[in-house]
């Protein structure tokens, strides 16, 4: 959760600023970190994680860094596709016409708006952003010993699956619960957010 939470608060940052600059700046701008987004897309998340551990070493800031770097990309494209949806609206074209600064129209009517489909796609990460620190760390390029882990916990228990199957499979059975319950959480409060599906 230390390690979900973490990259959670660092990929929102970064994603959701860009994003939001490159959607209502557009040009120039847009251009650039939608490159860098599609640049990022193209290496999967372990050749990532290599290259970090083989600069930082295996551990909790090479899993927090990795992550990091592989889910900003994803939350950029969102917050930028939101603010292209939101911008042309009546309400935005009159609080310019009105000379309302810049900062203000993002505070009170930009991200006011967009911010429900962000909390959404924040909680149904979290799920994955823990399966994906299980996934390094069973791999061992993630969270090392002393530090506990599902990951390692499964990795440990594989050989040891036909005499005591348990070491696995409760690791196992923990991470998929904790998956399906921020599944369920995302799926809840988009039930919540989204007035079609109230409806």
């Not at 949806?85 to 009159?94: F, G, K, Q, T």
Request: hydrophobic fraction near 55%.
């Amino acid at each position: 959760m230390l390690i979900a939470i973490s990259v959670l608060a660092i990929i929102m940052s970064i994603g959701v600023t860009s994003g939001v600059c490159a959607g209502w700046v557009r040009g120039r701008i847009d251009g650039l970190v939608m490159r860098v987004v599609d640049v990022t897309f193209a290496f999967p998340e372990v050749i990532i994680a290599i290259l970090v551990a083989s600069i930082l070493g295996p551990g909790v800031l090479t899993t927090i860094v990795t992550l990091s770097l592989v889910w900003w990309p994803g939350i950029a494209r969102l917050a930028r596709s939101l603010v292209l949806s939101v911008r042309n609206e009546l309400y935005i074209e009159a609080a310019i016409s009105c000379a309302t600064p810049i900062w203000r129209i993002m505070l009170w009517h930009v991200l006011p708006n967009i911010f429900p489909q962000l909390l959404v796609r924040a909680s149904l990460s979290v799920g994955m952003i823990i399966m994906a620190e299980a996934g390094l760390s069973f791999l061992g390029i993630g969270v090392v010993e002393p530090n506990p882990t599902w990951g390692g916990m499964i990795r440990e228990g594989l050989p040891n699956l036909r005499t005591d199957p348990h070491l696995a499979l409760s690791a196992s059975a923990a991470l998929m619960i904790t998956m399906i319950g921020f599944n369920l959480l995302g799926d809840g409060l988009r039930d919540v957010f989204d007035p079609k599906v109230r409806r």
